[in-house]
């Protein structure tokens, strides 16, 4: 019972092939799905974590508009993932080496007695854009007063803030884990 509390605090990994030897410099995120019934979840989530990415400042991360256009070009429609023939036009156009994918299973901000309380679970894959192969799974799902410290003191109250925390814990991990920066 122990080991599942504290396993529930931390995105989960799941290593489905090696990362490429050399470590990736171009990456590529791609629009989230959302398969939750909270409105707009995955443009939120998206746009944060790119944020979050960018604040790592390790890789050359492609711009949103660049990709929209692809995926206009390609006739991808929004809550559509691209195809393996698509990721490999995608990645030729914008000279990504990794895909970040993503799908947003649950969102809600729910209260609980009198604070809010948000809820989120998403995954995101590492996808090797040359293959169109899946690298890597990570699931994490979080609870807004699984921040809290003292009182009210570092409650999370809305899907944003508990999209960044939980941005930072996957990136944190990717990076713990073996994900390296860009050489160049």
């Not at 790592?56 to 691209?82: C, M, N, W």
């Amino acid at each position: 019972m122990v080991l599942s509390g504290c396993s529930s605090r931390f995105p989960e990994l799941q290593r489905l092939a090696p990362l490429p030897d050399k470590p990736p410099c171009q990456v590529a995120v791609l629009p989230f799905v959302n398969e939750s019934n909270y409105a707009q979840a995955d443009l939120i989530v998206y746009k944060i974590f790119m944020a979050e990415l960018l604040k790592s400042t390790h890789f050359q991360v492609a711009q949103e508009g660049d990709i929209r256009k692809v995926y206009r070009q390609l006739l991808i429609y929004p809550q559509q993932a691209p195809g393996l023939d698509q990721i490999k036009i995608i990645a030729d156009r914008i000279n990504a080496q990794i895909f970040i994918t993503g799908r947003i299973h649950e969102a809600q901000e729910k209260s609980s007695g009198q604070a809010p309380n948000p809820q989120l679970t998403l995954s995101l894959q590492i996808v090797d854009a040359a293959s169109g192969r899946t690298l890597w799974n990570t699931y994490h799902t979080r609870e807004g007063l699984q921040y809290q410290k003292v009182m009210h003191f570092g409650l999370v109250t809305t899907i944003s803030g508990l999209a960044r925390r939980m941005s930072h814990e996957i990136i944190n991990l990717w990076f713990k884990e073996g994900l390296q920066p860009c050489a160049d």
